[in-house]
Nanobody
Framework: QVQLVESGGGLVQAGGSLRLSCGAS????????MGWYRQAPGKERELVAI???????SYADSVKGRFTLSGDLTKKTVYLQMNSLKPEDTAVYYC???????????WGQGTQVTVSS
């Protein structure tokens, strides 16, 4: 069993900042990648940022220059610093981890981010 615990969502005004945290626990020998996705009402879930082991972090074009993904995959923890937030960033943000063994993926329960105009 693998569990992901997210925190840090909330309500913020446009131009503000929030920091999301995600920690993984359970039967994890090694993580291949870890990051964040989001899903706005009526839209499909989309990649926000993901950090692969030994590779470069990838960002959605819509968040480049505003969001920063950091963390330590050996410590099974990632953080998403979100600056200059816009109303269109409003969504439920989900943490995802992909295990090295078998490339199985796991999702967190989601945390709501609401940006008011």
């Amino acid at each position: 069993q693998v569990q992901l615990v997210e925190s840090g969502g909330g309500l913020v005004q446009a131009g503000g900042s929030l920091r999301l945290s995600c920690g993984a626990s359970g039967s994890i020998s090694s993580i291949a990648a870890m990051g964040w996705y989001r899903q706005a009402p009526g839209k499909e879930r989309e990649l926000v940022a993901i950090m692969p082991r030994g590779g470069s972090t990838s960002y959605a074009d819509s968040v480049k220059g505003r969001f920063t993904l950091s963390g330590d995959l050996t410590k099974k923890t990632v953080y998403l610093q979100m600056n200059s937030l816009k109303p269109e960033d409003t969504a439920v943000y989900y943490c995802k981890t992909i295990l090295s063994f078998g490339l199985r993926d796991y999702w967190g329960q989601g945390t709501q981010v609401t940006v008011s105009s």
